[in-house]
């Protein structure tokens, strides 16, 4: 055993000889990557960050122009000058977006857009939103000049589609582990009225959270082991 130690401690100086002069030039080409990334990381992600900041700027602005700075929502005035505004603002908080580039980043963004997305669909929602005259008042465009002007089409349709879900994301209710949370904090303790409705079959989407166990298993030590190293993700609910 001590001599196939010796042999090959002896083979790894040898080849660590031969390869050492080949190792001169790739060190100093190592050293100048390492001090680039060092130094183009950080002003990467801090450009991130205030690309960030504009971005969920441009989304409350938007708002803001849209109902009078949050005051009137039911319905917001049909005023062409706000439309346009919030269509604008809207569109450069796309433009934004789409150059964060660090990951966390967009995550945050997409957050923030969620949350306007939810204050634009409340703020139209009203019933007046569903008839032309909203969009040009007395029911026509009429060429007198004191005539309020009509809503603006481009920017009507830029508004109304933020507040829509849009088709491509994904919910993240339906991805999210039901397993986990009934393990961690089962919900039903103390609660028969969300215990009852959960047993109902006839609710749709119920089917999987009828009948489980009560009081519910606590994670697993295999489990807990898997999850810490993102090694499992499970989303069903054990039966």
Known sequence: MAEVIST???????????????????????????????????LRYQRSAAILDQAV???????????IDGSQTDPVPADRLNWLTAARSIEAYKALKSRVRVKVHRLIAED???????????????????????????????EEALQPEPIEPQSAIIVHAFAKWPKSRRDSIDHADFHRIFSE????????????YLDDLNVPGNARFHDLPNPYPDLTWLERCLR????????????
């Open 57 to 67: 700027c441009s989304l409350g602005r938007a708002y803001s122009a849209l109902t």
């Open 185 to 196: 904090t089962d919900p039903r303790p103390g609660n028969i009225g969300l215990r009852t």
């Open 228 to 239: 810490r190293f993102h090694l499992w993700g499970g989303v069903r609910v054990r039966r």
């Open 112 to 142: 923030h857009e969620e949350y306007w997305r939810h204050r634009f669909y409340l703020a139209l929602r009203h019933p007046a939103y569903r008839q032309p005259s909203y969009y040009y008042p007395w029911g026509k465009i009429h």
């Open 8 to 42: 090959m401690t002896s083979w790894l100086s040898q080849a660590w000889t031969s390869i050492l002069p080949f190792l001169g030039p790739l060190t100093g080409v190592i050293t100048v990557v390492i001090a680039y990334f060092a130094l183009v990381w950080p």
